[in-house]
Structures are given as C-alpha cells and as structure tokens.
C-alpha cells in the first residue's frame, strides 16, 4: 500500500518553484521605506535548494527588490541577529544578484514550474493591490492543480485573487497568515518606542480580518508560532517564523 500523499504533484523533472517578493514601496500608514523581509525568501530558499529543486526569484514589477529593515541579521535592532540563513544568503553574491535583478512575475511560465511561494514583508500589504499580473499567476498556478504558496502578509494576495469564475480563490479554504494578535503586538511594540503616535496602525488592514470577509476559514496556531497550513493545493504560513514550516508542507505536497 502507498503511503504517498493522493494529492501530491508528480513531476519527471527537478521540481522548479518561483519565489515571489514585493517590490520596494512607502507605506502610506507609517511613512517608512518597506519591502520583504529575509527570512521568507531565505529559509525556504535554502530548504528548496538543499532538495535539489531549481528557484527563481520574481516581483510584481521587475527588478531590484529591497527588505525590510528590520528583517536583516545585521540591524542594529537586533531583532533578527539570530538569522544566520540570511546571513549567509546575503554574503554570497551570486545569491545577492537573484534579489537585485528579479524577473517579473508576467515572465513566469507556469508550465515550467510545480510551485509559486509569494514572500511577506510590510509592503506587500501596500503594493499587492494593483499587482494584478501575480493575481492572475497565482489563480493560473491553483486552477492548474499546482500548489500556491503565500507566507505572512504575503497572503495579501488573496484578498485580490479571483478564479476563473469569479470566485475568490480564497473562498471556503481554509488558511492561515499573519495573526491579529501579531499586528497588535507589533503595533504596541513602536508605540512604546514613540516611533508612531498611539493609536496609528502599521498595517492599514489585517489578515485574518480580510481572510474571514471574503468567505476564507482563518486559523492561526498563536503569538508568533511558528505555522503552516495545506487545503488542497493551497498552502499558507501564519507569519516570518514560519517559512520552515511552509516549506516543509510545500515540499511533502511536492511529493518528497
């Protein structure tokens, strides 16, 4: 008997996956500089590579793609000083250029590829909403039964994403990404640093929120846990800790 998963994507070549980061961007809540962060793109970079898949790196718009600050192990927050993924990932230039040079995502040949993971960072937050060619390869990558990905507030891309009926590819599924308790801690973390009058909100809408609005079944597994989640050939991960976790169901929905 088989052991192997029934929805799992059977492919006869190395599985290929595009990675997805927002383009750079100024957010209209804070007035901040905003992009992806790091780790979303490095930690399953590094655990796709390392099973031999072969990734590209692409933005809505082309280009060089900047992170959020706080997101790099070399800050002087020190908030991600732990993240020595990253840190090597950014000593390697070969590996720098990928980030400095995307594709655009209408470049993305869904036939060559056996997944899309779209990275979080602030910006997509802002940004996704006139993204509207990773809107349409995010729906072409599900409806042809390959598996979408999203990861923290990269999930935005699903309060844009339609299928081909019309429907909300989010509609019905259940999912996950970044938590309101999240956004609440996050929002009371600058508060107490005065870096933003009380009551000013970093992001100017939330996930869940969105998610449960447009007929989704949101979950998250709690303050910064790390968590991933699989309904059929959607994937989602709640937040930045949780790239491993996403990328481990990616990779056992990829059938390995």
Not at 133 to 162: N, S, T
Not at 225 to 254: C, H, K, P, W, Y
Request: with cysteine; glycine share 8%.
């Amino acid at each position: 008997m088989s052991l192997k998963d029934p929805n799992a994507v059977s492919t006869d070549h190395p599985k290929r996956v595009a990675i997805v980061l927002s383009n750079p961007a100024i957010s209209t809540t804070t007035n901040w500089p905003v992009g992806f962060w790091w780790s979303e793109l490095t930690h399953p970079f590094f655990a796709l590579t390392e099973k031999g898949y072969e990734v590209e790196v692409f933005s809505p718009e082309g280009g060089k793609c900047e992170a959020d600050v706080m997101s790099s192990p070399h800050d002087p927050s020190d908030y991600s000083s732990s993240d020595l993924i990253s840190a090597g990932f950014m000593a390697m230039p070969k590996l720098m250029s990928l980030v400095e040079n995307t594709r655009k995502v209408s470049e993305i040949d869904v036939s060559r590829f056996d997944a899309i993971v779209v990275a979080g960072g602030q910006a997509p937050m802002f940004t996704f909403e006139r993204a509207f060619d990773l809107h349409a390869k995010f729906v072409e990558f599900y409806e042809a039964g390959k598996i979408a990905a999203a990861l923290c507030h990269g999930v935005a891309v699903l309060r844009y994403a339609k299928l081909s009926n019309g429907d909300y590819l989010a509609k019905d599924r259940t999912l996950t990404g970044f938590a309101n308790a999240e956004e609440d801690y996050a929002d009371n973390a600058v508060w107490s640093m005065s870096l933003l009058p009380r009551g000013t909100h970093i992001m100017p809408w939330r996930i869940g929120d969105e998610m449960k609005k447009i007929g989704a079944n949101y979950v998250q597994a709690g303050l910064w846990r790390g968590f991933a989640i699989r309904d059929g050939n959607l994937i989602t991960g709640q937040q930045n800790f949780s790239g491993s976790e996403t990328t481990e169901v990616l990779i056992r929905a990829l059938g390995e």
